[in-house]
Structure formats: C-alpha cells, structure tokens
C-alpha cells in the first residue's frame, strides 16, 4: 500500500465481506478506470464515495464495515458509484433481545508512565486551561456581561499572566421556560456541571438579572463549590437588579471588581505533573464523509485505547449517530445494568424523536450525503469506532457529570455545539473532534483537537486542522501510528500546547439542550 503512487486508483475495503469499496483518489475515478484486481467502473465514481465490487441485483444487501447499510433499488452492475438514491434504508434495529455484555473482551494492558502538566483542583479533576469562567441565570445579562468581559480582558488579564482567559458562560435559557416541567433538568444541570468543568479551577463566578425563572440558588445550590479550595464554597454574585446598582456602568464595576478577586485566586495557580489518568477526553464528529470511518475515527479510537488504558476518561456521544450500532453497544457494556441503561438512552431518544415526527434518519445531511455517506447507517459505523475496543464502562444521561474512569457512553444529541456543550458539563477537559467536510468548530472553556478525514482538506485548511489522518488513505501512517501520534498531541496539548482554534480564538456558543417545552 506504501509503494503506491497517488495517480494510481485506489479504493479501501474495510472488510472481508464488503461488497463496496470506497475511492480513496483526489476528484474520483473516471468512467472505464480498472480497479486492480477488481471490476472497471461503469461511470463516474467520485471520492469517497463507494463502487460496487461485485454485480448486485436489485435487492441486493450492501455490506460496508461488515453490516447491511441498504439494499439497492435497482440492479447495479460491478462498477457501479452505489449512492443514497440507489440505496433502500434499513429499519431500525429494535431495542428488544439485544446482546448484553456477551463481548467479554480481555482487559486491555495498562499503559503507564504517561503524564501531563496539569492544574489540580479542590475536588481532585484536573485542568488542561486556567480559565476563568463566568456563568449566567438567563440570556439577559448577556449584552451588559460581553461588555464587562471586553473590560476584564484588557484592564485585568495583563496583570494575571497565569490566567488563560476569561470565558463568559451564555445561553437561551433561564426565563420564559417551563421550568418545572419533566425534562427541564437538563438545561439546568447542564449549566450547574459545566461551572464545575476542571478548567474553571473550582471558581465559580455567577451573574444574575433578579427576576428570572433560574435563580441563582437553584443554578447553583449549597455544596455545588468545591469548599476545599481557595475560593471556600463561596460563589462570586452580581446581580444586575440589585438596588445599589445606579446607571450602567456601577454594574460593570461590579462585575469587574468580582471577578478580578476569582483571577487573584486563578493566577496564584501553577501546572503540576500528573498523570494522563487525570485526562477526561470528549470524542466527536462533525462534518463527516466516507473517510471519517477508515481514517480519523479509527485512529481516534485506536487513541481511545491506549487513553483507557492509561487509566484516563473517554467519553464517546451523539444518540442518533450510534442508534444503528446499538447491538455493538450493548455487547460492549461491561455489565447488563449499563446495556439497560445504554437500551434506556435509546428509548428515550426514539420517543423524543418520535413526538417531533421524524427518526434517526433526519441526522444525515447534504454535506455527509456529497461526502459519500449513503445514510444513518453508514454514518454511525463510521462513528462507532471512534469509541475503540473497550467495554463500555460507564452510562451518563445528558448533562450528567462522569462517574468514573474508562469508556462511558455520554448520551448526547449529535448536534456538535449541544454535544460539545454537554462534554463540557460531563467534565470534559480536552475534546477531539474528526472532520471531513470541514468545520472550523471550536470551545472557549476546552482545547478542540481537530482532525482531518483526508489530506486534501488538511492541505487547504492547513491552519484550523491539528492533525492529518489521511496520510492513513494515502498509505503514509497506519491506525496505529496515527493513534499514537494523536495520543501524544492529546498530552501536548493539555499541558498548553495551543490549538489552532485557540491560535485564532475560534470558539462556537454553548448551546443547551432542553427537551422541555418554552412558555
Ligand atoms: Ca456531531
């Protein structure tokens, strides 16, 4: 594969029972190219996209990764570009008699030895950034916090170098919600946990308008600040209604004097060796193709692997994106009672799709289906693995915090800014994310390591991707080079190394996710 020049064509078979292949050349393979040891194509076949490798009559099942991903329409003929319109979608697999626990894989060897420079917390987390994070009861405060923030960043951050930012913590909730109503937790805890997240250093700063639905109490409530550190338990407030502001501006002095005291605290703070255990790694994709299952999400999980191993946190997400992939899930987990709870996320989810009138299937976009992605199905094999091979150790529901160490299955809509968002609450100090489209995605309260599915991206985006993953497709790396290159970038970066996305200060907004009806 390594001796291969670029010119010649080539496609990638993922397994042995496959009957597609998928184009791995720049612009695609024309019409009458022969495929060695394979069929000459028919008619155009572009990148990334699959040709039939063998004849398949209508009604054939197309076999990517191993499994059924559709039965084709019509007949196609060996050489044939096999797409989304030629492709009849499998059901949903039920979430009765599933497989639970039958995987029983041998314990992976501990890796040891393996540290970064880290800021220990109170609470015993660790972050990768010193980070001042400011949240908020409601949307607002926004106008008058971006404002204060602007001030604190010019005013106050010059004279606290060991500070890595400010970052003001919005959204669209607070008010005019059903607070009460049964999903509206989800929101709230999500908000309380992500002041929590290690990189915020067990300071908690918090700004308040005074007559909203979430009161500061019950954003966060007594024993929700670590005491044992340098802050106390006590949590910086500024309300914007209090009656000893007069004018605009005494409530920007206010918010500025409030959080200078937090920097004073953050900037005393130094890294420590610790060991990569103390990673809590967010994996994620967005912008996906056909390459993200044979590049990047392999060597993310290969890099998954050796994080367990390490005795570090994984959490792997995006509800809709595994659905089609719920047998191999519930085999993975390490006891019955996670597969029920993996089986109980899927449910949820089902019906919470089900009430908006749409399933699984609305996930796929004109991006992934141009990127060579047929539908769902083909989508979430290529996102499974980015979850490597280690039993699923853990389950957590949206904006719950992780319990543990190993593999948890955090369960997350796939939108990349509600997933994102729902890591940071989980605890999240330090994200991955896989690309192949593009997306120049990014979070202020984490590092986002960006990896490209294919080379020609990574060229022209040679500034917003970390990594290249398709050296693997062009036969330059392996999985399992690339894996341990990403696992040494992961130890890099959490000790400061800067992203490109904090290069350029690219940063998306939080946005929550609320099953929960607004009023
Ligand atoms: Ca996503």
Request: charged residues 20%.
């Amino acid at each position: 594969m390594a001796e291969t020049p670029r010119t010649t064509p080539r496609t990638v078979r993922l397994h042995e029972r496959d009957n597609v292949a998928v184009v791995v050349n720049e612009g695609g393979l024309a019409a009458g190219t022969a495929l060695p040891g394979g069929p000459v194509l028919v008619e155009k076949v572009p990148q990334a996209h699959k040709v039939a490798l063998v004849d398949l009559p209508a009604g054939t099942p197309v076999l990517r990764y191993g499994v059924e991903i559709g039965r084709t329409l019509a007949d196609l003929p060996a050489g044939s570009w096999v797409h989304e319109r030629r492709l009849a979608m499998p059901d949903a697999r039920g979430l009765e008699g599933l497989p639970r626990a039958t995987r029983r894989a041998p314990a992976l060897p501990p890796l040891e030895g393996y540290t970064f420079e880290g800021y220990r917390n109170a609470d015993g987390s660790v972050g990768t950034r010193n980070l001042l994070g400011i949240t908020t009861t409601v949307q607002c405060v926004a106008g008058v916090l971006d404002v204060a923030v602007q001030r604190i960043r010019e005013q106050l951050l010059p004279k606290y170098p060991n500070v890595d930012g400010v970052v003001a913590l919005e959204h669209a909730y607070g008010c005019g919600v059903a607070i009460d109503a049964p999903g509206a937790e989800i929101p709230i805890r999500t908000l309380r946990h992500i002041a929590q997240n290690p990189n915020f250093g067990g300071e908690v700063m918090v700004v308040s308008l005074g007559c909203e639905k979430l009161q500061p109490e019950r954003l966060m409530p007594p024993g929700s600040i670590p005491i044992g550190g340098p802050s106390g338990g006590v949590m910086g407030h500024v309300c914007l209604q209090d009656g000893a502001h007069v004018g605009f501006m005494s409530m920007i002095d206010d918010i500025v004097a409030t959080a200078e005291r937090h920097l004073q605290r953050l900037n005393a703070r130094r890294r420590v060796t610790v060991p990569a255990s103390e990673l809590v790694v967010g994996v994620q994709c967005g912008g996906s193709d056909a390459f993200s299952g044979i590049t990047a999400n392999p060597a993310v999980g290969f890099a998954s692997d050796l994080l367990v191993r390490a005795g570090a946190s994984v959490m792997f997400s995006e509800t809709t994106e595994v659905r089609d992939a719920v047998e191999q899930l519930t085999a993975r987990a390490a006891t019955p009672g996670l597969a029920q709870r993996i089986v109980d996320e899927m449910a949820w989810y089902d019906g919470y799709l089900q009430k908006g009138g749409v399933d699984r299937s609305a996930n796929t976009t004109p991006g992934n289906k141009a990127g060579g992605l047929s539908n769902i199905v083909e989508k979430a094999m290529g996102s499974i693995i980015k979850s490597g091979t280690a039993p699923i150790s853990g389950v957590i529901s949206p904006g719950e915090r992780l319990a543990g160490k190993g593999l948890t299955y955090a369960a997350t809509p796939a939108s990349d800014f509600i997933c994102g968002t729902l890591q940071l609450a989980a605890g999240m100090n330090l994200h991955v994310f896989t690309t192949g489209r593009g997306t120049p995605y990014g979070l202020a309260a984490c590092p986002v390591l960006k990896v490209a599915t294919r080379t020609e991206l990574a060229r022209r985006w040679h500034d917003l991707m970390d990594l290249n993953a398709g050296r693997i497709a062009d036969g330059e790396a392996t999985i399992e080079s690339l894996g341990w290159e990403l696992f040494h970038l992961l130890l890099a970066v959490a000790s400061g190394q800067r992203t490109w996305a904090e290069h350029w200060k690219l940063h998306n907004a939080l946005v929550l996710f609320n099953p929960a009806p607004v009023t």
